[in-house]
């Protein structure tokens, strides 16, 4: 392969390379490396991610007094924070079977302002210190004694959280954040934003950064509703490519904030709705006029129903062709119908999904059970069905709520825990590479062919194989006759290929050391 400018100039075969040999500034020799294009993560919080990089993480906690041990050492280990920040706590997964208590996090941090979210993101538990810095918390929606604030209550405690972060703190942990991504072979970011979420600045921030740094691309979405071309200004101004991301539907299932058509299986209640099909068309109709990409987060089916009857009537406003060209496009998508999936289709929305979810939740025994029953839950992330059906897939991790690892999400895609819903290595890697590029309206990315740009990884792996969901269907693609590529070897508890370099537009932004 030859770059020249920032983008692949030529592809052959290696002895015609040698032809090329005297003309270029620099040859890498592969050694047996393999190389693919970079990654792109379809869903990414950067500054959060960062914070949970260089800040507290819970995600290894295992029992509720090993929580708050964390929470103790952090704050100790952190006496000049204004405030303490964390992120990763699931009481699902904990013996105890719930989360801790304002009280026991008052002790634990001495009295100091603390905000601690749960894995999901969409509830937190905070303490008494950092209540106080919101006047009239107790009564908004979702406020609870002591138990975890969701709504509004949460994302006004989350603001007063992030408000009292400083520029210099947000820019390490976007830095730290970019950095992780690069050394995983990821060459781009779909960064989510909005006012739900962080602010204007971070996302303002985080793309001079991008812009003016070597390090991953980011693409920044922001995430506030628009009934009108006016109320897309901000979008424009901000530097962002769409009015998508994270604009709630719904919360999540783990929070119980989900918005479902029937109740959950362990709570008397259906979840939450943020935003109706009304609202949802209202968005879809501004923005397709605009010019703009639209999308949701709708996780729960009675969120994703509303937004298929939403875009659907924008459709009928401003006609399907231009709805299907604008590629909207809607965020996790986990409790589809064959109903949905064929809307999803015929109305050219891009679902972004997370596979990694089904990994940490799916399963008999998993959260998804709990909170759904076996039967609902055997139904979440039907990536099979997506692909049958025509519907473009973009790969990401949502993190924070799942790390940053683009070979372990393409494995949890492959290796799905409801065996139907499986796809196989090489659909999900293109859709974790191509698709990406995609959901930004980029056709000619996410491949090493001339004219696409030089954004690619080298990696250290074993053997390629190629890799599929149900050899009797597909068995064909394993022979080796087909000429099908292979891949690398993702069976679960085998070793994930190890990157040496990563490049973006022709600009090396990671090197492993030693290499």
């Known amino acids: 392969m030859v770059v020249e400018r920032g983008t692949v100039a030529w592809v052959g075969s290696e002895g015609a390379a040698d032809g090329f040999a005297d003309g270029v500034d620099e040859v890498i020799q592969l050694d047996g490396a393999l190389v693919t294009p970079a990654f792109t993560d379809a869903h990414v919080h950067t500054t959060a991610t960062g914070l949970a990089l260089t800040g507290l993480d819970l995600t290894g906690a295992r029992t509720l007094p090993d929580a708050l041990e964390r929470v103790r050492a952090h704050a100790a280990a952190h006496p000049a924070d204004r405030v303490l920040l964390g992120h990763g706590w699931d009481a699902a997964r904990w013996p105890e079977g719930r989360p801790p208590s304002r009280a026991e996090l008052d002790q634990a941090t001495g009295g100091r302002p603390l905000y601690l979210t749960r894995i999901d993101v969409h509830s937190a538990v905070v303490t008494t210190a950092l209540l106080d810095l919101v006047p009239g918390v107790s009564d908004l929606a979702g ?292 698709g990406g590029w995609r959901a930004v309206g980029r056709d000619d990315a996410g491949v090493l062919a001339p004219g696409a740009p030089a954004d690619y990884a080298i990696w250290r792996t074993g053997e390629l194989i190629v890799q599929v969901p149900d050899t009797r269907v597909a068995g064909w693609s394993t022979d080796p006759r087909s000429g099908t590529p292979g891949l690398p070897d993702l069976t679960p508890g085998g070793q994930l290929p190890v990157c040496v370099r990563t490049v973006v537009g022709g600009r090396t932004v990671h090197l492993r050391p030693d290499e």
């Open 143 to 434: 406020y609870h004694p002591d138990t975890p604030l969701t709504g509004a209550a949460h994302h006004a405690v989350r603001a007063a959280a992030h408000e009292v972060i400083t520029e210099r703190q947000r820019a390490d942990a976007q830095r730290a954040a970019l950095a992780r991504a690069a050394s995983l072979g990821i060459g781009t970011l779909h960064e989510c934003a909005g006012p739900d979420i962080s602010s204007e600045d971070d996302l303002t921030g985080l793309l001079e950064i991008a812009a003016g740094e070597p390090g991953p691309r980011v693409y920044g979405y922001w995430a506030e509703a628009a009934s009108s071309a006016s109320d897309l200004d901000k979008v424009r101004e901000l530097g962002a490519i769409g009015a998508a991301g994270d604009l709630f539907v719904d919360g999540a299932l783990g929070s119980h904030t989900a918005c479902l058509h029937q109740p959950y299986a362990d709570t008397p209640h259906s979840g939450t709705a943020y935003l109706d099909a009304a609202a949802v068309a209202a968005h879809v109709t501004a923005c397709t006029e605009a010019g703009i990409q639209a999308g949701f987060h709708a996780i729960g089916d009675a969120a994703v129903t509303a937004v298929v009857k939403g875009v659907r009537a924008a459709a009928d406003t401003v006609g399907p062709a231009r709805v299907r060209a604008a590629r909207h496009r809607v965020e996790h998508a986990e409790m589809l119908t064959p109903e949905t999936i064929a809307a999803f289709a015929d109305l050219g929305l891009t679902a972004s999904v997370q596979p990694a979810f089904d990994a940490l939740w799916g399963g008999e025994d998993g959260m998804y059970a709990q909170r759904l029953g076996p039967g609902r839950a055997r139904t979440l992330n039907p990536y099979a069905a997506l692909l049958r059906a025509g519907v473009p897939l973009a790969l990401g991790s949502d993190s924070p709520v799942t790390p940053l690892d683009p070979w372990g999400t393409v494995r949890a895609a492959a290796f799905h825990r409801t065996p139907e819903h499986r796809i196989s290595v090489r659909a999900a890697f293109t859709a974790h590479t191509r």
